[in-house]
C-alpha cells in the first residue's frame, strides 16, 4: 500500500485503506480525510497553533500570580508553522509546557498559603471559608495533574471569592471606625453627643465579631444618622462661636487669617455632607490654636466658670 493509499489509525498506529471509515485492527473511528495531500504536516501546524494559544492563555491567567511564564519565541513559531516536520518543534513547545506548569505550580502555592491565612482572618470574624480552602485543594490537583486552564480558572474564582468577602469586611470595619472617630471628635470639641463612643466602639465590635455584617451594617447607618442630625444644630452654632472668638483676636491686633481660613473649609466640608471631614478639621484647629473655643452650650459654660 502506498503512502498516498495508507492511513495511520491515531489509536493503534496501524495503517489501512484512505477510503476506510474506521480501523481495522482496533475498530477506531477515523474522521475521513476533506482534502488530498500531506496531511501531517498542516495537522502539525493546528496542533502547534492550538498549543501556543493555549499557552498565551496560561500567559494572561497568570499575570495575576505576578508570574511571566515562558514562551516559543515569535522566529520558532513563525518557523515551526512552516516546517515539513512540526512534530520535532511539538516536542520543544512540550518542554515550555512543562517549565510554565512548573511555575504556575509554584505560584499557586504561594497563594494558597497567603489565602488559607486571609481565611483565617475572615474566619476569626465568623466569616465562613469552608468552601474556599476545599478549592484550593482543588485548584493545587488540578494544576499539579497538568490541567492548567482549568486550575488557573478555579484560582481566579476562589480569588475573588475571598476578595469580596475581605472588602465586606473591611468596609464594616472602616465605617465602623469612622462612626467611633466621629463621635469621639464629637465630644473632644465639646459638642452634644446621643452616643457614648466607648459603649458603641464595644458593642459594634462585638457585631463585628460575630460576623453580622448586614446588621452592622444596618445599625451603623442609623447611628450615624442619629449623630449626624445631632450636629446639624451643634456645628453650625460651635462655628458661629468660634468665628467670634477669632474676630475679637484679630480686633486685639493677632493675626488670625490661617485660623479663619481653615474654620472656613470644615464648615465647607460639613455643608457638602462630611461631617466626618468637618470635624477633624475643627479638632486640629482647636489643637493647632489652642484658643480652648468650646460651643455655647450650657454644660460647657458650666465647665468654663468651674475652671475658672
Known amino acids: 500500500m502506498t503512502p498516498d493509499e495508507a492511513r495511520v489509525c491515531p489509536a493503534c498506529g496501524a495503517e489501512f485503506p484512505r477510503s476506510a471509515d474506521a480501523c481495522p485492527s482496533c475498530g477506531a473511528t477515523v474522521e475521513s480525510p476533506t ?3 500531506p496531511a501531517g504536516p498542516q495537522a502539525g501546524a493546528s496542533e502547534l497553533t492550538r498549543r501556543v494559544a493555549r499557552l498565551q492563555q496560561w500567559a494572561e491567567a497568570a499575570e495575576a500570580l505576578d ?3 515562558p514562551s516559543l519565541p515569535a522566529w520558532a513559531e513563525e518557523t515551526a508553522r512552516n516546517s515539513a516536520s512540526p512534530e520535532e518543534w511539538l ?3 512540550s518542554g515550555v509546557e512543562r ?3 512548573r511555575q504556575i505550580v509554584g505560584a499557586l502555592e504561594a497563594w494558597e498559603k497567603q489565602t488559607r491565612q486571609r481565611l483565617t482572618r475572615l474566619e476569626a470574624y465568623a466569616v465562613d471559608g469552608r468552601l474556599e480552602r476545599d478549592q484550593i485543594d482543588d485548584v493545587l490537583h488540578a494544576a499539579r495533574a497538568g490541567e492548567v486552564t482549568q486550575a488557573l480558572q478555579l484560582y ?3 480569588d475573588r471569592v475571598v476578595a469580596l468577602k475581605e472588602r465586606h469586611l473591611d468596609q464594616a470595619r472602616e465605617e465602623l471606625e469612622r462612626l467611633v472617630s466621629l463621635v469621639r471628635d464629637m465630644e473632644a470639641l465639646g459638642l452634644r453627643s446621643p452616643l457614648d463612643p466607648d459603649q458603641i466602639s464595644e458593642d459594634l465590635e462585638e457585631e463585628l465579631r460575630a460576623g453580622r455584617l448586614v446588621a452592622l451594617k444596618q445599625q451603623l447607618r442609623a447611628l450615624r444618622l442619629q449623630a ?3 450636629l446639624r444644630d451643634s456645628v453650625p452654632e460651635y462655628v458661629a462661636h468660634y468665628g467670634a472668638q477669632l ?3 484679630r480686633n486685639d491686633g493677632t493675626p488670625v487669617e490661617l485660623e479663619a481660613g481653615e474654620l472656613a473649609r470644615a464648615a465647607r ?3 457638602r455632607g462630611r461631617p466626618e471631614e468637618a470635624l477633624r478639621r475643627l479638632r486640629i484647629l482647636q489643637q493647632v490654636h489652642g484658643s480652648g473655643v468650646a460651643p455655647p452650650s450650657g454644660a460647657a459654660r458650666a465647665s468654663t466658670e468651674a475652671s475658672r
Do not use: C, I, P, S
Open 99 to 101: 517549565l510554565a506548569q
Open 156 to 158: 481566579h474564582q476562589v
Open 35 to 37: 482534502h488530498a495531500g
Open 91 to 93: 516536542e520543544v513547545l
Open 269 to 271: 466640608e460639613f455643608v
Open 67 to 69: 508570574v511571566t511564564l
Open 228 to 230: 449626624v442630625n445631632r
Open 247 to 249: 474676630v475679637a483676636e
